[in-house]
């Protein structure tokens, strides 16, 4: 069962990734999945449904943060609809046609999403290192929008968002500031934009359609409120902090502040693959 410690300690996943989604654009998750692992266990999910339990949560907290953040930056200008609606539709379809064969057609065990995790973690640090020159150009601007390259960047950013349940945004910063040159608070807009859009499809998919089922109290589908809705509620209120912050820190301080945080996250990760224990 889950107690008052226990919903302090949601809680406050829910700031941190809310806060992380508003001040980088990347949904949240990169909190969430750790935070939701742990929890996920402890109300005593089947192994064969961990996995796909763990994305399925963490892409319904995503889209709480993701619409807080969004309307935030709504207000700021920093939304463009159309590339929102095609990079979002065509993630929302990897996503979902990803998470039904994590489901159904094949068995994604626990050891391999960790390490499929971490090292997509350890990518998106580097490539964030590697993305300085570029943060800090004066000469970003935002190109004529191609519908194919659209499409490709939200094929790519939705199957990664459900086979590591972090949103996709991680993928989708680096394509649209390197990819299709856009200014990095319009593409961090984007990026929240595309998650919003994405995870709330996938997570209807999840509640209604997936015939898989946690059979625990308080969820439905793949979906367990008791852990999910503390860390949804908080992070609606601490997205829009992150996107105030953003608009008055310098790229690289961005930049170091996430970076930190991947190598935390990896750290207590890899702690979890050799003693395969989630405990806080």
Same mark, same amino acid.
């Given at each position: ?39 996920? &266990? ?5 192994? =064969? ?20 953040? @969004? ?9 463009? *609809?159309?590339? !929102?609606?095609? &990079? ?39 490539? /964030? $290192? ?7 150009? =004066? ?13 490709? !960047?939200?094929?790519?950013? +939705?199957? !990664?968002?459900?086979?590591? +349940? ?8 680096? *394509? ?5 040159? /856009?200014?990095?608070?319009?593409? =961090?807009?984007? @990026? ?5 859009? /994405? ?7 999840? &509640? ?35 996107? =105030? ?26 702690? +979890?693959?050799?003693? $395969?224990?989630?405990?806080?």
């Amino acid at each position: 069962m889950i107690d008052y410690y226990d919903l302090f300690i949601l809680s406050l996943c829910g700031a941190i990734g809310g806060f992380l989604a508003g001040l980088l654009g990347i949904g949240g998750g990169i909190a969430f999945v750790v935070f939701i692992s742990s929890y996920l &266990i402890k109300l005593g999910v089947p192994d =064969n449904l961990l996995v796909p339990a763990i994305i399925a949560n963490s892409m319904f907290c995503i889209f709480f943060a993701g619409l807080s953040g @969004s309307f935030k930056h709504y207000q700021n200008k920093n939304l463009s *609809l159309n590339p !929102i609606l095609t &990079i979002g539709f065509a993630a929302t379809f990897a996503s979902i046609l990803a998470s039904y064969s994590i489901t159904h057609w094949f068995d994604y065990k626990q050891e391999s999403f960790l390490i499929f995790f971490i090292f997509l973690l350890l990518f998106i640090a580097l490539s /964030m $290192m590697k993305r300085r020159e570029l943060i800090n150009s =004066n000469e970003l601007k935002i190109e004529k929008k191609d519908p194919l390259k659209l499409t490709g !960047i939200g094929l790519l950013s +939705g199957s !990664i968002a459900a086979f590591s +349940g972090i949103g996709g945004g991680i993928i989708l910063m680096p *394509l649209l500031t390197n990819g299709m040159k /856009m200014e990095i608070k319009k593409a =961090n807009g984007i @990026s929240l934009g595309v998650i919003t859009l /994405m995870a709330l499809l996938t997570s209807f998919y999840n &509640i209604l359609f997936n015939p898989a089922s946690l059979g625990i109290v308080y969820s439905l589908g793949l979906i367990s409120f008791a852990i999910s809705l503390p860390i949804a509620l908080m992070s609606i209120i601490a997205a829009p902090f992150g996107v =105030n912050v953003a608009s008055k820190l310098k790229p690289e301080t961005i930049r170091i502040i996430f970076v930190v945080f991947i190598l935390v996250v990896v750290a207590k990760m890899v702690s +979890g693959i050799l003693g $395969m224990s989630f405990k806080f």
